[in-house]
């Protein structure tokens, strides 16, 4: 199977921009998470999204949002972007989200916010 | 709420040394918990987990035992190598279904010299 991908890998932007980012889950996977990570405050829950529902949400402000799609795959928004956003943003894919599954990780998106 | 907290490093040694890096955490329940480990410029990859006490996870020479006892989740190997270079996550998932949330320690730093 092919793993979960992540476009794109790299992105640059101005403060107050925003951007979108991209995950496609392993394929039969429902459940997909984002973290974002950062060398000050390390890795951090955004959010999951389970057939299209938000089920948890972690302590970020409301530029952060995302959605589901029917295929599974997700996407994340941060709308006006701020110099603290530059991190690098995963996306991990569970079969159900049940607490004791593995969640496989991307690549990772690489923001650097100027 | 949940925490973990890991020996953040970094760590140096030489092949073939015994590694050992700290992991204790705090959860009500009995949670799930992981090692995960990240190599340069990739996404974090699985290398065991325990999903309850006294529970021992093992892959490539890693092992660590789920201690209810004492709230721990050390991470060890008796012959480190070169290729054991990475930085390595200790992780919790609640108890409780299917509110899928990682929480992450600050990660360690491990380098082994040939």
């Known amino acids: 199977k092919a793993g979960v991908t992540q476009t794109p890998r790299y992105l640059i932007k101005t403060r107050g921009q925003q951007v979108t980012l991209s995950c496609s889950p392993i394929?039969?996977?429902?459940?997909v998470s984002w973290y974002q990570q950062t060398p000050g405050q390390g890795l951090q829950f955004l959010f999951e999204?389970?057939?299209?529902?938000?089920?948890n949400k972690g302590n970020f402000p409301g530029r952060f949002s995302g959605r589901q799609f029917s295929n599974s795959r997700s996407e994340m928004n941060v709308s006006t972007l701020e110099l603290g956003d530059s991190a690098l943003y995963l996306c991990?894919?569970?079969?159900?989200?049940?607490?004791?599954?593995?969640?496989?990780f991307g690549p990772g998106t690489r923001l650097l916010v100027l | 709420g949940n925490s973990v907290t890991q020996m953040e490093g970094p760590v140096t040694l030489s092949e073939e040394a015994f590694l050992t890096i700290n992991c204790t955490y705090t959860?009500?329940?009995?949670?799930?918990l992981f090692w995960y480990v990240q190599y340069p410029g990739e996404g974090l990859q699985l290398l065991l987990k325990?999903?309850?006490?006294?529970d021992k996870g093992s892959n490539k020479g890693f092992e660590a035992t789920y201690r209810k006892e004492t709230t721990s989740f050390h991470l060890e190997k008796g012959s480190v190598q070169v290729s054991d270079s990475a930085v390595y996550f200790c992780?919790?998932?609640?108890?409780?279904?299917?509110?899928?949330?990682?929480?992450f320690g600050k990660g360690t730093l491990l380098t082994v010299n040939p």
């Open positions: 991990a894919s569970s079969p159900s989200g049940d607490s004791a599954e593995t969640q496989y």
């Open positions: 394929s039969g996977h429902r459940s």
């Open positions: 999204y389970f057939s299209e529902t938000q089920r």
């Open positions: 959860a009500t329940g009995y949670p799930s």
């Open positions: 325990a999903t309850k006490a006294d």
């Open positions: 992780a919790l998932s609640p108890s409780g279904g299917s509110n899928y949330k990682l929480t």
